[in-house]
């Protein structure tokens, strides 16, 4: 059935989805950046390609804009601390790495050691369609897979309050 409210359906259709979450990261100049993403998905298989949404708001946003690569971590369920940490604090006024064992990865870019499935893309293209997300797809130049894990899915962090308004 057709629903009158288009907008309130589709929020209906894509919250029972329930989306798993990625924490995105990324560096320029030495200032790494990150953020929890949900809007995320392979767009090609050939060549391969993969596609994240990042909020204009945020402080990743900005930094990605003049970075050359970013990684893309899959969070696993048990990881919730740590999306609550990248998803509720913005990096406008702390610095998310701080205590966090992480190390540089392809392009600079910051690895999380939590976070072992991931993989770091080159930046390709950026769609910005005058939302308050921006698409950017990625080339994958590096692969790490450890395993199975159960994603954590945004049902999951219902409790967590973001760092910015979408």
């Not at 259709?13 to 990261?25: F, G, H, K, N, P």
């Not at 048990?78 to 610095?95: I, K, N, P, Y």
Request: hydrophobic share 45%; charged share 20%.
């Amino acid at each position: 059935m057709a629903s009158t409210d288009p907008a309130a359906a589709l929020a209906e259709l894509t919250a029972r989805a329930d989306s798993a979450l990625t924490i995105v990261t990324t560096a320029h100049d030495g200032e790494p950046s990150g953020c929890l993403v949900g809007f995320h998905s392979q767009c090609s298989i050939e060549p391969w390609r993969y596609a994240v949404w990042l909020s204009t708001a945020n402080h990743t946003y900005r930094v990605a804009r003049l970075a050359d690569h970013l990684a893309v971590h899959f969070v696993a369920a048990g990881d919730h601390d740590l999306a609550a940490h990248f998803g509720s604090a913005t990096g406008d006024e702390v610095d998310k790495f701080a205590g966090l064992a992480w190390g540089p990865g392809a392009g600079g870019v910051p690895l999380l050691k939590r976070l072992p499935n991931r993989f770091v893309g080159r930046k390709l293209e950026v769609l910005d369609t005058g939302g308050d997300h921006v698409c950017v797809v990625l080339d994958p130049v590096t692969v790490d897979v450890a395993g199975t894990f159960t994603p954590l899915r945004l049902s999951g962090v219902d409790d967590v309050v973001p760092g910015h308004p979408a």
